[in-house]
């Protein structure tokens, strides 16, 4: 058996992590646990994701105050 590829390593990362069951499954678990909001790192969410939060009733806050390379998504509920 051939070893995977870096590329196609990270590939199936982004695909997964970039996606709506990734951050569902962030909000679930953060739900669960009593919370309120979360902060998600920029790297996992695309602009094009957040008006499907507005829509379903997600307040959403994108912050750069955080002096990375990508914005912090502050997602509340």
Do not use: C, E
């Not at 051939?2 to 951050?23: E, M, R, V, W």
């Not at 790192?41 to 105050?65: A, N, P, W």
């Amino acid at each position: 058996m051939a070893l995977t590829s870096a590329a196609s390593t990270k590939s199936t990362t982004d695909t997964a992590t970039g996606s709506f069951t990734y951050i569902n499954g962030l909000l679930s678990a953060a739900a669960g646990n009593g919370l309120y909001s979360i902060h998600i790192d920029g790297q996992y969410v695309l602009d094009s994701m957040t008006g499907s939060f507005i829509t379903q009733g997600y307040r959403v806050t994108k912050k750069y105050t955080d002096m990375g390379t990508y914005p912090t998504y502050m997602i509340n509920w």
